[in-house]
């Protein structure tokens, strides 16, 4: 009983002090609301709030500054570097396009230069019948020199057909199918084409020896050979036209023996760049004889 | 299947050689990567197959190389037999054992069919050039490492079974019938 009694004595004290808290709050508040409104002066209470808050507004104030700093420098470069690097790797991407673009049509602008070539010599060569063809295939061994064309029988190519281009003599084509043909190159040993000297109209055979210059044979030592001298195909048995460049007398070996010099001859036509062709239909046995006979 | 396998190999070989590897009609180190398959052939196939590989390969061969047909038929089946028979003779058969007699034996043949050519036609062949050869043969012996590891694993592959041979069997009824 007497517990009880104790325990609802300090249950009242209790709640005393909390409405004694509240209402010397309320009244302090109160007071400060009345005494701020009513004088509008900036007292001793504000100043000591305005220390006491001041430092932690700068502290805030400083804090946000060098964490805003810190994102520009660091967090904003991070995402421009990212930014950047997907520019970078886009405006790569383009110019590999663009460099394709243009290795192609620089590749074009070279193939139609080339074609245009073949096509002016083409015009020169009067009324031949001529196809253009394209090397599609070269000879890897080290013994003869070929090459494999995109035209054959059906294009109208023969056995035996010379083979130019806007530089001169090419070959002779070798072997024939529907649609390709094996093309003996004048460079090969095995090739043989009569030729002239252009100044002097001595006549030879010109032979290939494997490597990028030619022999010319059959040349007596009573002509006139000079250095620099042409060299043009001299259309008999009318497989070659008359007067095709072949290439320039390059040295003359002198020998006391034998009747007849040794001449190289460097070719006109650059052997290492070949990619279109011409080849030149031959003209028929009975066209051959009218052409004797003129 | 390694029949087919293999001549469809050579084939690639062959217009690899003579496109992409002959940059221009004169260029004088292309490499003679068909020769790797003629050692292969003759170092880890036997005869039958090798032959049936070696026929189409000669063929497309002389079609697209020489003016002289049969000349790599001559070079390709003598080099095959040079190098079986010296393999049969070897005591080791590790690879890169085996890579100087593949360069020696392609070496060797050419000089041999050059003469041989020489001597039946002589003067349509281009002179031949030691240094030149030289290079060729190094230029055999280079590849010859890693197209035997890709010859190796298209052989393994050619034996895979691409039809399911035991699931397509017929079966009799009883499947648990002891058969004695």
Redesign the interface.
């Given at each position: 009983m007497r517990k009880k009694s104790n325990r609802k004595r300090s249950d009242r004290y209790r709640l005393f002090r909390i409405i004694l808290f509240v209402g010397s709050l309320a009244t302090g508040a109160s007071i400060f609301l009345f005494s701020t409104l009513s004088s509008q002066t900036f007292g001793p209470l504000h100043k000591l709030v305005l220390e006491m808050t001041g430092p932690l507004q700068k502290i805030v104030t400083v804090s946000s500054n060098h964490v805003e700093t810190f994102k520009r420098e660091y967090v904003d470069i991070l995402q421009d570097s990212l930014r950047l690097r997907e520019e970078n790797k886009r405006l790569l991407q383009q110019l590999q396009e663009k460099e394709i673009l243009l290795n192609k049509s620089r590749e074009a602008l070279a193939t139609n230069a080339s074609l245009r070539r073949l096509l002016e010599f083409k015009k020169t060569l009067d009324q031949q019948q001529s196809v253009a063809a394209t090397i599609v295939g070269k000879d890897p061994s080290t013994m003869y020199r070929s090459v494999i064309i995109d035209r054959g029988a059906n294009s109208g190519v023969t056995k035996g057909d010379p083979v130019v281009n806007s530089e001169g003599v090419v070959g002779q084509v070798f072997a024939v199918t529907p649609n390709y043909a094996k093309v003996l190159l004048a460079i090969a040993p095995s090739s043989a084409i009569d030729v002239l000297l252009q100044k002097s109209r001595v006549r030879g055979i010109l032979k290939g020896n494997g490597t990028l210059t030619y022999r010319l044979e059959y040349i007596l030592k009573t002509a006139e050979v000079e250095e620099q001298d042409h060299v043009v195909t001299a259309g008999y048995g009318g497989v070659f036209p008359t007067g095709l460049q072949v290439g320039v007398v390059s040295k003359i070996i002198k020998k006391s023996r034998g009747m007849f010099h040794e001449i190289e001859v460097t070719p006109s036509v650059d052997y290492q760049k070949l990619e279109n062709l011409l080849i030149l239909e031959q003209p028929k046995s009975s066209e051959i004889g009218k052409m004797e006979q003129n | 299947m390694v029949v087919v396998f293999f001549i469809a190999a050579g084939i690639l070989l062959v217009?690899l050689?003579?496109?992409i590897?002959?940059p221009?009609?004169?260029?004088?180190f292309?490499p003679?990567l068909h020769y790797v398959l003629v050692a292969y052939l003759a170092l880890r196939l036997d005869l039958l197959r090798s032959l049936l590989i070696l026929l189409p390969l000669v063929c497309v061969l002389d079609?697209?190389?020489?003016?002289?047909l049969g000349?790599h038929a001559l070079s390709c089946f003598s080099g095959y037999f040079l190098l079986q028979q010296v393999s049969s003779r070897l005591p080791v058969n590790e690879l890169l054992y085996q890579i100087p007699f593949i360069a020696l034996s392609y070496l060797i043949v050419?000089w041999a069919v050059?003469h041989f050519?020489e001597f039946f036609?002589p003067?349509?062949?281009?002179?031949w050039i030691w240094w030149?050869?030289i290079i060729?043969t190094i230029f055999v012996a280079g590849p010859a490492y890693p197209l035997f590891f890709v010859f190796d694993l298209l052989q393994k592959f050619s034996h895979r079974h691409f039809l399911p041979h035991n699931k397509l069997r017929l079966r009799s009824d009883n499947r648990r019938r002891r058969t004695t």
């Open positions: - | 217009v050689q003579t496109t590897f002959m221009s009609p004169v260029s004088s292309s003679d079609v697209l190389s020489g003016t002289v000349m050419s050059y050519l036609t003067g349509q062949q281009a002179a030149k050869m060729h």
